[in-house]
Nanobody
Framework: QVQLVESGGGLVQPGGSLRLSCAASGSIFSIKTMGWYRQVPGLERELVATITTDGITNYADSVKGRFTISRDNAKNTVYLQMNSLKPDDTAVYFC??????????????????WGQGTQVTVSS
């Protein structure tokens, strides 16, 4: 099995910063794209940012210039540095990863995995 565990959410004032982390663990052969998504109750989950194994990044227009995604391939971890936070950034943030995992010592399969989510609240 594979697990994605997020950390770093919380309450911050407008203009403040937070750093989210997401560590993948389990029977991992390799990890391709990792990313962050967010969801507000009643709305669809939306892309925040993604990063490939080679470090190619993609951002939602709403976070460009304020958020930075990065990853540590040796630690199977992805980060999201969020600066200049706005109340509109309030949401549950989910980690996502395209993972190739072992199903036995010689075979592996591709899966798409989600973390459990971490709440980010931007409010004065």
């Amino acid at each position: 099995q594979v697990q994605l565990v997020e950390s770093g959410g919380g309450l911050v004032q407008p203009g403040g910063s937070l750093r989210l982390s997401c560590a993948a663990s389990g029977s991992i052969f390799s990890i391709k794209t990792m990313g962050w998504y967010r969801q507000v109750p009643g709305l669809e989950r939306e892309l925040v940012a993604t990063i490939t194994t080679d470090g190619i990044t993609n951002y939602a227009d709403s976070v460009k210039g304020r958020f930075t995604i990065s990853r540590d391939n040796a630690k199977n971890t992805v980060y999201l540095q969020m600066n200049s936070l706005k109340p509109d950034d309030t949401a549950v943030y989910f980690c996502n990863a395209d993972i190739r995992r072992y199903i036995d010592p010689v075979r592996s399969i591709n899966i798409n995995s989600w973390g459990q989510g971490t709440q980010v609240t931007v409010s004065s």
